[in-house]
């Protein structure tokens, strides 16, 4: 299949994730963070499963809860954190540091080569979203940045080390797997922190079934398809497109304005993700 093909439908994943923050916002109950990312992941993850009918050889089960909390339980749990802490703006720009994360991670991990316009593309990024997403009324709490910080990282990780280990499965299986043990990491901490959710109405239950089979099942195998075709730095950058979508959502379902900041923020946003494909089909020239 062609790159920019591999590309498109891999960019489908953040531009969807995109659309969390409204789903959540206009069709979840507010308060149970833990128990809806438990709820995102492991039914999901358990439907996939009774669809590949295949569980991890012994071998395999130590990396593939490592990877299901990486991508899934450390990164979702310290996101809302970050999120219940700082405002949206300083939360989203501190979580597109991931894509500068990964590519130190896949010189440390793969012995990729840092390469001069993959950082200035994973900056400007971070820029772009910052200019969409920051305000005058945006605070710094050490603890949200902390969690930000570290669910950008969980996420740079869990990025890299499913391209290293690549098991001899389908991406559905792997998806499968990774999300179940995900939700399975989740399962003790919503017990534990969170009171039980109240009855569900059906606009709770069609968010539940948007994040769990969209936002998550059917995303996932994209992503993960991604990872495992183009390099980490490039798949990375294209997370800058989910605070892009949830802009845009925001501007056309709930009459948000746009300002000519945001929309530079915007601009730049989509140069950094067109330079940072550039550079990854550039010949290897390390910094």
Request: no cysteine; charged share 10%.
């Amino acid at each position: 299949m062609p790159r920019s093909m591999d590309l498109l439908l891999t960019a489908l994943a953040p531009a969807i994730w995109g659309s969390t923050y409204l789903v959540t916002t206009e069709f979840l109950p507010d308060g149970y963070p833990v128990t809806l990312a438990m709820l995102r992941a492991l039914p999901a993850g358990l439907l996939l499963l009774l669809l590949v009918r295949r569980l991890p050889a012994p071998a395999w089960w130590g990396k593939v809860f490592l990877l299901g909390a990486l991508n899934f339980s450390i990164f979702w749990a310290l996101l809302f954190v970050a999120a219940y802490r700082l405002p949206g703006g300083v939360a989203a720009t501190v979580g597109a540091l991931q894509p500068l994360i990964v590519i130190f991670l896949a010189y440390a991990i793969l012995r990729s080569p840092i390469l001069a316009l993959s950082v200035l593309a994973a900056v400007g990024g971070m820029g772009g979203v910052a200019l969409l997403v920051l305000g005058p009324e945006a605070t710094l709490d050490p603890i949200g940045i902390v969690a930000g910080f570290g669910g950008a990282a969980s996420m740079a990780a869990g990025t890299v080390l499913s391209r290293k280990w690549q098991p001899p499965v389908s991406l559905l299986t792997f998806t499968a797997w990774q999300l179940t043990a995900g939700g399975l990491l989740l399962l003790p901490f919503a017990l534990w922190i969170e009171p039980p959710l109240p009855t569900l109405t059906p606009e709770n239950l069609i968010g539940l079934l948007y994040l769990g089979l969209i936002g998550a099942a059917f995303t996932y195998v994209l992503w993960f398809r991604g990872i495992s075709r183009i390099e980490p730095s490039a798949v990375s950058a294209l997370g800058f497109l989910s605070p892009v979508t949830a802009l845009l959502l925001g501007w056309w379902v709930l009459d948000q304005e746009l300002s000519a900041l945001q929309m530079f923020g915007f601009l730049t946003v989509l140069a950094s993700v067109w330079l940072s494909q550039v550079a990854a089909r550039r010949p290897r020239v390390p910094a």
